[in-house]
């Protein structure tokens, strides 16, 4: 088994309406409640995203996992005043940073009450299903 079915099957058990595309980041269109997912994290934005978990919510889960929980998180916790608030807060962060402070942009873009919202979701259920997560983290260490 791949690891998009092993993530499309641990997602069913979550919601049987969001569905799962492989795509080199991720990312999710949350009107058409599909997220998308790579095979691999990036080795920094594993790293940053990591370092932020840790320092934010002093978590310590899988950063995969958490970057699946954390797409799945913008549909459950979606409002059209936060998307608005979102897309103006992301346009200001592009215009504030070069693309060499890859790092400062991501701790700020991590705090947009959007982004935050999604992350926050993310952790509670990775906390209510902690077995469930750790069973799907093992499975997929094995693909």
Known sequence: ?????????????IDE???VENDN??????QEEI??????LNEEEDRIWSQFLKQE??????????????EIGHIMTYTEELNEERNVIYF????KYEEDNFEEFN???????????????AINYYRNHEVECNNIICKLSEV
Do not use: G
Request: include cysteine.
């Open 92 to 95: 200001l962060l592009q215009m």
């Open 57 to 70: 919510f002093n978590v310590d889960f899988n950063p995969y996992l958490m970057s699946v929980l954390h």
């Open 25 to 30: 980041r991720f990312c999710v269109d949350i």
């Open 107 to 121: 701790r700020e873009y991590f705090n947009i009450p959007m982004e935050y919202h999604a992350t926050e979701w």
């Open 1 to 13: 088994m791949n690891k998009i079915t092993l993530i499309r099957d641990f997602i069913k058990t």
């Open 35 to 40: 997220i998308y997912i790579p095979h691999e």
């Open 17 to 19: 309406y969001i569905e």
